[in-house]
């Protein structure tokens, strides 16, 4: 029986800029790997899966779109005769996917119930072979996991080097200025032979090389024992601190009489020392007796696989699905999913697609590719579902989150949490991430007059910093910080602080006391534990262990009894001038010499807010920039303009103004950080671009969507429930993994989540301590 809908389905190729879903169903995990395999719409490449849940089908029916290639792909088994081979390369190696798989297709018109359509047809063939060929979806941003991106500099590329001369074979085999024998990096421009920084893993060295660029200015140097006869080796830009890559290597060389044909790699490249390291901080996956943690599946106990520098996501994901609301939300018996013509780009229905992954235990089982045999003893682990779409969505036209570099978890957190809040929710549905909102309030009381003023801030998480006092060590060990407990934390988060301002009630100068308690309570409690040390304005992680009881533990003493009868209030419009924003005052000198140019005395002060109050100069060019700003001649309004002065905490402000950072943009990086001054300098430096202006949509939102957040009541006790552990100097590198208190048959036990591998674990305490972001449940 001929199909009548061939004929008529005008099918086209897919284009370079069409995306072909061709891995798994855009809006379950049901993938071309599962015995019904998928059916990829033939007329607009949206993938669905054909088995008992058949979105395929739903999807023909709803856009009349009735042709469909099933695809089917099944794993050749890999039979390990011999030890497996240790990793060495930061990339993993090229492998096509005829090596790896099976794979059969059948093209279906589900209207008609033909299972077996003509592949041959001139109208059918060439469009299956072109999406067959077509890049899925995923495999664009898999193309670059694990690789890193280095480039060369201007340094390598206007090298200068000096005139050529042979350097002679016992002069490169040791350092000229010590005795050591390897870690030796030979100067692109002289040819001077120095060693580099001590390495990880006990690789020695006295920084000679170092000393070498910073005495002559020579930036440019290479390791000897890592060049290859291929041309690759580790070059190092000191001038830009940073790895590099010569493409004239050869060239180089030859000048110091070193030919590539004679060189063999020696030593660890910086690249193979970095994997070293990475496995290194590999979160243990064994017991203390050596034997591998046993691998946990069912519902709730599924893993996500690393898409490349993707396990910030996985984590932070994690934690937000084993939370009540998220589950209720999104998990099973919500409804009927949305219908929309590309799922895939749909947040509600990409939310519910990892709700039913992570919840549902269907595809929590054990990968079964691999044959054990005595050379591979390991326990199988999942597959992994894979969160491309998730991850495509979350990132869409974000600087960062779009990109294949390791993120912040806890800024990607608050990303996720802000899209979820502005999203629309169908009817009846509410928003989970109104568990996690809470009211800080902040009392300021004049230190003459005593009158208080009250405001309040609704917040989805608190930042703790963390003390950092260092403790004795021997010379050349790693600095250990002293251990600091969770209450230390807080009781400094809620101390009772003097703060410069001006009181305009009394017209002191005394400056008031400020205190921030919390006003109301969340159902879950995130806080963000800030172990941060800057240097060289550099944010630098550190180290330090956070006591964490695991029984739950009273907030009562931290609530707010707010105003109290006999407190006098500070009238309305003189407490302006104590709220969280005070109010400006221009630079006196700058201010005379703008008036003194003929500049008005309103765009004066607001061209010194804008630049941070530093020096006319700046204001001037900021005037002559902003010349014809339709509110040039509106006075400056601290609140009113920035739209989130309830985030700009006045001492705050006064740091980053008196480090020229000062305006609008000051203001607004606090708010976008929660009023963490290092982090707000951080958002500062990456976002010079932001001239302050707040979010229309933010500023559209409904006052109502703002009330009933967090709940007064007492007792206020709290459990920890889960974990984001961090691993690695900087939070944009390293690893990230979860831990997640999990009920495990009739127990209650940790389960650590390290992308697709799922484990029970017996001790957490460890790992506890140097949690990067902490969920704490009310109980």
Not at 359 to 376: A, C, F, Q
Not at 441 to 461: A, G
Not at 668 to 682: C, F, M
Request: glycine share 8%; with cysteine; proline share 6%.
């Amino acid at each position: 029986m001929a199909c009548p809908h061939v004929s008529s389905a005008n099918l086209s190729k897919p284009g370079p800029s069409d995306l072909v879903y061709r891995e798994d169903c855009t809006q379950c995990f049901d993938s071309i790997d599962d015995p019904a395999g998928l059916d990829v719409c033939l007329k607009c490449f949206n993938g669905g899966c054909p088995g008992d849940r058949n979105h395929a089908k739903l999807h023909s029916t709803a856009h009349g779109h009735p042709l469909v290639v099933n695809i089917r792909r099944t794993r050749k088994v890999i039979e390990r005769d011999e030890p497996p081979l240790k990793m060495s390369k930061l990339a993993i190696a090229a492998e096509t996917e005829a090596d790896r798989y099976e794979t059969k297709t059948t093209v279906k018109c589900l209207e008609c119930g033909l299972d077996e359509l003509d592949k041959e047809d001139p109208a059918i063939g060439p469009i299956v072979d072109s999406v067959m060929k077509a890049n899925t979806f995923s495999q664009k941003e898999e193309v670059k996991a694990w690789e890193q991106e280095m480039t060369s500099c201007e340094h390598i590329l206007t090298l200068q080097q000096d005139p050529p001369k042979q350097i002679e074979s016992q002069d490169l085999g040791h350092c000229s200025k010590c005795d050591l024998k390897e870690n030796l990096w030979l100067c692109l421009q002289c040819g001077a032979l120095g060693c580099g920084r001590a390495q990880f893993g006990g690789v020695g060295g006295n920084s000679h090389a170092l000393a070498h660029s910073q005495e002559t200015g020579h930036g440019v140097a290479v390791k000897l024992g890592s060049i290859t006869p291929e041309g690759t080796a580790d070059v190092y830009c000191y001038t830009c601190d940073e790895e590099r890559v010569d493409e004239e290597l050869g060239a180089h060389l030859a000048n110091w009489g070193i030919l590539l044909s004679e060189r063999q790699k020696t030593e660890k490249s910086l690249t193979e020392m970095q994997i070293e390291q990475n496995l290194r901080w590999e979160f243990s996956m064994t017991t203390e007796d050596g034997k591998e943690l046993t691998p946990q599946f069912g519902p709730g106990l599924t893993g996500l696989k690393n898409l490349g520098n993707s396990c910030y996501l996985a984590s932070i994901i994690q934690c937000l699905f084993d939370i009540p609301a998220f589950q209720e939300r999104y998990g099973a018996g919500v409804g009927p999913l949305p219908d929309v013509l590309d799922p895939a780009q749909d947040l509600e229905t990409q939310l519910r697609k990892i709700a039913d992954g992570l919840l549902s235990g269907r595809y929590s089982k054990p990968e079964s590719d691999i044959t054990v045999s005595e050379h591979s003893p390991e326990v199988p682990h999942q597959k992994g579902l894979q969160p491309s779409m998730l991850k495509h969505l979350i990132g869409r036209g974000h600087a960062e989150f779009s990109t294949m570099r390791q993120q912040d978890a806890f800024e990607l957190l608050q990303h996720v949490i802000k899209l979820i809040t502005r999203s629309k929710h169908p009817s009846g549905l509410p928003d989970p991430t109104q568990s996690m909102r809470f009211v800080l309030e902040q009392r300021l009381q004049c230190l003459n007059c005593k009158k208080v003023r009250y405001s309040s801030n609704e917040q989805d998480s608190i930042f703790i910093d963390v003390p950092l006092e260092k403790l004795p060590a021997e010379e050349g060990e790693e600095p250990k910080y002293k251990p600091v407990t969770l209450k230390e934390c807080l009781d400094n988060l809620t101390a009772t602080e003097v703060v410069e301002l001006g009181c305009t009630s009394c017209s002191s100068k005394d400056g008031f006391s400020k205190r921030t308690l919390f006003k109301t309570f969340p159902e879950v409690l995130v806080v963000n534990a800030r172990k941060m040390a800057v240097v060289n304005w550099v944010p630098v992680k550190v180290d330090v262990p956070v006591l964490v009881d695991d029984e739950p533990f009273a907030l009562d003493s931290y609530l707010s009894k707010g105003q109290q009868p006999d407190e006098e209030a500070l009238p309305e419009v003189e407490a302006a001038a104590a709220s969280n924003v005070p109010a400006f005052v221009p630079n006196a000198e700058a201010l005379a010499m703008l008036e003194g140019m003929g500049f008005p005395r309103v765009r004066c002060e607001k061209a010194l807010h804008a630049t941070g109050n530093s020096d006319a100069n700046s204001a001037m060019e900021w005037l002559f920039a902003h010349m014809e700003d339709p509110d040039i001649d509106v006075p400056v309004s601290v609140g009113g303009d920035s739209g989130c002065a309830s985030a700009a905490d006045p001492e705050k402000l006064a740091m980053l103004e008196s480090m020229g950072l000062g305006g609008p943009r000051a203001v607004k990086a606090l708010k976008e950080t929660n009023g963490d001054v290092e982090r707000a300098i951080e958002w500062l430096f990456s976002h010079p671009d932001d001239g302050g202006a707040v979010d229309e949509e933010e500023a559209a939102a409904p006052a109502g969507d703002k009330k009933g957040a967090g709940s007064a009541e007492l007792p206020a006790n709290f459990q920890l429930q889960s974990i984001v552990c961090h691993k690695g100097t900087s939070i944009h590198a390293g690893h990230y993994v979860a831990f997640i208190r999990k009920k495990l048959g009739e127990q209650t036990s940790w389960v650590l989540f390290n992308d697709e591998k799922v484990v029970k674990v017996e001790d957490v305490e460890e790992m506890k301590k140097f949690a990067y972001v902490y969920f704490f449940k009310r109980v």
